[in-house]
């Protein structure tokens, strides 16, 4: 629990702000990369979800009846689901540009690594969620829930609470709607070719 992988988790459960902040001073002893420990946390989730496969839909694939909208859903879930550890690791470039333009305290290659902490962290709880609640990483609340919480305990300063928690539900809507773009851009770029 001193070094490594173990100490990243209970770290970034107990105090967020010392290990992001030790990790970008140069105190990094002890502290995994951020993001070695966000493929490791994305490889556990991984194989937690192919260990406990949930049954799929009954739904037919080549049914004639969908519709466009249906066609391109499926298109984007199939693409996820293939390439979920590159889509959620690449998740750390829009978490990171909002970060820098909320916070701008660091540089964004600073911001890019707090994300990678952030993200892996997250991907670790929704390993739990996953297993009562059943949701896709990417569809999780409770993912995305954690990764509130480990922003507004990483950047709340002593200015005072209610400003942290504003400035860290602009951070998690303004990466929700980056989100939503990209799968909506993958979806009707995969629909049209």
Known sequence: MD????FNIRSLFLQPKKITIDYIL???????NPISFLIIAITIYIIVITFFKVPKDLVEENSVTKSRLEKTSNYVGFFLRA?????WVLCIIPLGITLKLIFRKYNFIEHLAIS????GQATLIGILSFLVFRFPLIFDP???LAILWLVYKIFKNNNGRIEAIGLSTTVLILFIIQLILIIGTIGVIKYCC
């Open 83 to 87: 390439y979920l550890k590159y889509f």
């Open 3 to 6: 070094k490594g992988f173990l």
């Open 116 to 119: 990678s902490f952030i993200i």
């Open 26 to 32: 140069g105190k990094r002893k002890g502290i995994l």
């Open 142 to 144: 409770v993912v995305y």
